[in-house]
């Protein structure tokens, strides 16, 4: 039959406002986690990394929290911008490599102005 | 420092050809990873190289294969296309350090 286009979440927000984009993850395993923004007709960008032995990273205008105990990933980004309008995407390495990642179905985020 | 790259960027093909893509890494980067974008799946990791290595596989047949060249260059090929396989391939690349950086994609349609 004819496949059937991933139902991404969405998030709108307001320009100014801060965003949070969640993830849950899949492999209790997964020790290395990443945050990719892909824009239309774009490759994903990296946008920020955590570890396993961290619940909590920053970065510019970005947070990643990380809670193991519900295999729970969150993106915050501070002050959205128009330009921060994207789909973003969750991965773990739950194939035990760095290099051999599980993406998430990702969530669209579109900020207005 | 230049990006990943990867040629053609938009390819049309027919079922039962066969197609190769070329990806280039960042400079100094010595893994490189493939995946595969599509509306139904999204992303699925299809293989890893390393040092001219396949290091890691993802769960596609046998119709999809790769190489590394010694200048950590890549390539991937499909071998009698099937109009599933339309989609957009991309490659990232990384090491020593983890974090994968991605080229802008091929997009591949199978008619």
């Known amino acids: 039959g004819e496949s059937v286009g991933l139902h991404l979440p969405t998030l709108s927000v307001q320009e100014g406002d801060n965003s949070i984009i969640n993830c849950a993850y899949s492999?209790?395993?997964?020790?290395?986690f990443i945050w990719y923004k892909q824009e239309s007709g774009k490759g994903p960008q990296f946008i920020i990394d955590?570890?396993?032995?961290?619940d909590k990273r920053q970065g510019q205008r970005v947070t990643v929290l990380l809670n193991k105990t519900v295999k729970h990933l969150s993106l915050q980004i501070a002050a959205t911008q128009p330009g921060d309008s994207a789909v973003y995407f969750c991965?773990?390495?739950?194939?035990?490599?760095?290099?051999?990642?599980?993406f998430g179905k990702g969530t669209l985020l579109t900020v207005n102005p | 420092k230049a990006g990943v790259t990867q040629t053609p960027r938009y390819l049309i093909k027919t079922r039962g050809q066969q197609v190769t893509l070329s990806c280039s890494p960042i400079?100094?980067?010595?893994?490189v990873s493939w995946y595969q974008q599509t509306p139904g799946q999204g992303l699925q990791f299809l293989f890893e190289?390393?040092?001219?290595?396949?290091?890691n596989k993802g769960n596609f047949p046998g119709r999809f294969s790769g190489r590394q060249f010694s200048n950590s260059r890549s390539e991937m090929n499909v071998s009698t296309l099937e109009l599933g396989d339309s989609a957009l391939y991309l490659c990232?690349?990384?090491?020593?350090?983890?974090?994968?950086?991605f080229g802008p994609g091929t997009r591949l349609t199978v008619l």
């Open positions: 991965a773990e390495n739950s194939g035990g490599s760095n290099y051999k990642l599980t």
């Open positions: 190289y390393f040092s001219e290595t396949q290091r």
């Open positions: 492999n209790s395993a997964s020790d290395y």
């Open positions: 400079s100094g980067h010595r893994s």
């Open positions: 955590i570890r396993s032995n961290m």
């Open positions: 990232a690349s990384s090491f020593p350090k983890d974090e994968q950086f």
